[in-house]
């Protein structure tokens, strides 16, 4: 299993331009999330969701779409990009209901100028 | 309104001491106490976690000693080790809520150094 997988690993935007953060797991998880990660500010949850066409906001949404066509994907889309949106962003899944032990990606690491 | 608030910011051990850090949580609701270890350019790890039914869980050199009264939590490293340098982070969730058990409230991180 490659486990968490996110793609790119780094990237550079400008200020409005629009990209897609791919996420995928290999490992059947019904719950994935996107968090980001800011310095001294810990990881933050910006979406989740618990199966293929359920998604849901979490604390900091705004900026971000999400969609989950399938179980393994669940692409991040920021539809116009800010400065405020530079950023660590990982990637989680978590295996079922009552499972706890969540499973983080490697993070891309997004710059917006 | 930060509910997980982790201390200290930065620790600096010396090799064989004893880390400790600290964290206390506002909502009464939450179940699950995970804390994670990332080392520099990865993921977050999850290292050992807690539900509040039990007061500690030890696994190898790792502790989590938990209050429920004082609503706090802090993990202990035993005869710490260079190799322990990472940030952790303890977390919190509110388990089997509609599939939010995922949703993990994570406090700031602690920056640990373990000098040789």
């Known amino acids: 299993n490659a486990g968490v997988t996110q793609t790119p690993k780094f990237q550079v935007l400008k200020t409005g331009q629009s990209m897609t953060l791919q996420c995928a797991q290999d490992?059947?998880?019904?719950?994935m999330s996107w968090y980001r990660q800011d310095p001294g500010m810990g990881l933050r949850l910006i979406h989740y969701?618990?199966?293929?066409?359920?998604?849901d906001q979490g604390e900091v949404p705004n900026g971000y779409n999400v969609s989950r066509s399938t179980t393994e994907d669940f692409p991040l889309r920021l539809l116009s990009a800010a400065p405020s949106q530079t950023s660590v962003y990982f990637c989680?899944?978590?295996?079922?209901?009552?499972?706890?032990?969540?499973?983080f990606g490697p993070g891309t690491r997004l710059t917006v100028t | 309104q930060q509910q997980v608030k982790q201390s200290p910011q930065s620790l600096i051990v010396q090799k064989g001491g004893i880390s400790i850090i600290n964290c206390a949580y506002e909502?009464?609701?939450?179940?699950?106490f995970p804390w994670y270890q990332q080392f520099p350019g990865k993921g977050p790890a999850l290292l050992i976690a807690?539900?509040?039914?039990?007061s500690e869980k030890k696994e190898g050199r790792f502790t989590i000693s938990f209050n429920k009264s004082a609503k706090q939590f802090s993990l202990h490293i035993m005869d710490s080790q260079p190799g322990d340098s990472a940030t952790y982070f303890c977390?919190?969730?509110?388990?089997?809520?509609?599939?939010?058990?995922?949703?993990?409230?994570f406090g700031k991180g602690t920056k640990l150094s373990v000098k040789p």
């Open positions: 989680a899944s978590l295996p079922q209901w009552g499972a706890y032990e969540q499973y």
């Open positions: 490992m059947n998880h019904e719950y």
């Open positions: 969701s618990v199966g293929a066409g359920i998604t």
């Open positions: 909502n009464t609701a939450f179940d699950y």
């Open positions: 807690i539900r509040p039914d039990v």
């Open positions: 977390a919190a969730s509110i388990g089997n809520y509609g599939g939010s058990q995922g949703n993990l409230i």
